[in-house]
């Protein structure tokens, strides 16, 4: 697609968005990330695995599954809907052609959307790959000035072999110790102790670490887009992390609580000039579009130190994309897709971030399974706006499809994952909440109002064990 007209404001890229028919299509388990970018991106759609919706979001197509279908990751779920014969249909009623988002995806997915007439509106996997690393992640950090946990890169076969390496260093006996690739509740080893190298050696040995002094800490995410004219960043959220309520994976990812007074101002403006001297890096590496740090602040000290990298369309997206169209006009996603629409455009970074520098309080929990019986679910609560009643119980209010409707911090919108018939695991994802109001104090423990609607939505699920 391409025009001949440069685009010099927003007025002019709003109406591009809305008149444009290409479609772009989100295809991932769930809409959540992006949700509700169909109101700027006239042929927005979804392609989906679960039916969060019940059939009742018009933008939502959902391929029908065999039931005994199971996946390996969320690669092997983007790839089994792409190559679906309904998907390659429904691509087809709509012109045959359009733009792909999705989170994760591998060489695989870059052939299948091709063949079913997508062009991915992404980095490619190869660039992607190299930079999700978290060697490559510091090592460029270290090359813009963006200072990372004190560390040391290298390799260990032993705890001796880890104590020399630390001692060379100065790190200390207390250490945080992480593998190139995955997720940080699940690559990330706190070893203090000859025992503790013992429970992860397997996955330690032979792999290139990133072995870091534990500092006492509180982490935040910022969502940014790396664009021609500089790096446009999002707010500052503060992470929800390792909650035994929402996540079984020590230190995993289970939400995130957005407010103006997250940071001293020092510290966001620090933030803010790390995410865009790391974005205007990864923009010169080759990479465009849409990325999420990760920070650490030292509670004793203040100071901020880079986590990580994630290349990608991230579980930090929804808030990010929700306040800056919600607060500024301009969901941050729409410069991302500009990026990728074979248009030239204009736009002013400064202004554009000033307009997102007012937003009210909000907060997302991912819940997941975190016991270990397998259980089937007989009855699952629908997707929609949910209220809080004074004993505690929860009840639906109104179906939705997105969070804009939710009124007060006594309203929630839940998007439901598992639904009836689904079976629950071990780390499965039951669905995410969003509301007004922060749902954790300043030292990172949940409100009582977080775990009152955990529990209420807990209770929402009939389910019976598997016979043995």
């Given at each position: 697609?391409?025009?001949n007209?440069k685009?010099?404001n ?5 109406s591009?968005f ?8 989100f295809?991932h388990?769930?809409p ?5 970018l169909?109101?700027?991106?006239n042929a ?20 029908t ?11 092997d779920?983007?790839?089994?809907l792409v190559?679906h ?15 792909m ?6 060489e ?17 996997v190869?660039l992607r ?6 060697i ?12 990372s ?37 699940q ?5 203090t ?13 032979g ?5 870091m002094?534990?500092?006492n ?9 790396a664009?021609c ?10 992470d ?17 609580d957005?407010h ?7 510290q966001?403006?620090?933030m803010?000039s ?5 974005g205007?890096?990864l ?7 849409t ?10 000290t203040g ?6 990298l ?6 930090a ?6 306040v ?7 969901p941050?996603?729409l ?52 209220t809080?009643?004074?004993d ?12 804009h ?7 929630a919108?839940?998007?439901?994952v598992?639904?009836?018939g689904?079976?629950?695991?071990k780390?499965?994802?039951?669905g ?8 954790q ?9 977080a775990?009152s ?16």
């Amino acid at each position: 697609m391409s025009i001949n007209t440069k685009l010099s404001n927003l007025s002019e890229i709003y109406s591009f968005f809305r008149k444009s028919t290409l479609p772009v299509f989100f295809v991932h388990p769930t809409p959540y990330n992006v949700l509700g970018l169909g109101q700027w991106v006239n042929a927005f759609r979804y392609i989906s695995h679960f039916d969060s919706f019940d059939g009742n979001h018009h933008r939502v197509m959902r391929p029908t599954a065999p039931a005994d279908r199971t996946f390996k990751s969320k690669e092997d779920i983007v790839n089994y809907l792409v190559s679906h014969p309904e998907t390659h249909a429904y691509i087809k009623s709509l012109g045959g052609r359009g733009k792909m988002l999705t989170v994760m995806f591998d060489e695989e997915t870059e052939q299948l959307a091709a063949e079913a007439g997508l062009e991915i509106a992404l980095p490619s996997v190869e660039l992607r790959t190299r930079l999700d690393s978290k060697i490559v992640t510091t090592q460029l950090a270290a090359e813009v000035g963006v200072p990372s946990v004190p560390n040391v890169l290298g390799t260990a076969n032993s705890y001796e072999e880890l104590e020399t390496l630390c001692r060379e260093n100065h790190l200390g006996n207390d250490l945080v110790v992480q593998t190139p690739y995955g997720d940080s509740g699940q690559t990330t080893f706190f070893i203090t102790e000859p025992e503790h190298w013992d429970a992860c050696a397997d996955k330690l040995i032979g792999q290139q670490l990133k072995v870091m002094k534990r500092i006492n800490n509180l982490p935040y995410t910022l969502e940014a887009v790396a664009t021609c004219h500089g790096t446009l960043v999002g707010p500052v959220q503060a992470d929800i992390v390792g909650h035994n309520e929402l996540t079984p994976y020590k230190g995993g990812w289970a939400g995130n609580d957005l407010h103006r007074q997250v940071l001293k101002q020092s510290q966001t403006r620090r933030m803010r000039s790390m995410t865009q001297a790391m974005g205007d890096r990864l923009y010169r590496e080759g990479y465009k579009g849409t990325f999420c740090l990760d920070f650490l602040v030292d509670t004793e000290t203040g100071d901020v130190y880079l986590g990580e990298l994630n290349p990608r369309i991230s579980g930090a997206s929804a808030l990010t994309n929700m306040v800056t169209a919600k607060y500024g006009g301009a969901p941050l996603m729409l410069f991302h897709l500009l990026e990728f629409m074979d248009v030239e455009y204009e736009l002013d970074i400064e202004k554009v971030q000033q307009r997102w520098a007012d937003f009210d309080s909000w907060t997302q929990l991912v819940m997941k399974q975190t016991d270990e019986p397998v259980r089937r679910v007989l009855e699952a609560p629908s997707s929609g706006i949910w209220t809080m009643l004074d004993d505690g119980n929860i009840e639906f209010s109104r179906q939705s499809i997105d969070w804009h409707s939710v009124a007060n911090e006594d309203e929630a919108f839940f998007l439901r994952v598992y639904g009836k018939g689904d079976w629950l695991f071990k780390g499965a994802d039951v669905g995410i909440l969003v509301t007004r109001g922060r749902m954790q104090h300043e030292n990172g423990e949940l409100t009582e109002r977080a775990r009152s609607w955990i529990r209420a939505i807990h209770q929402q699920f009939v389910t019976n064990p598997p016979k043995s």
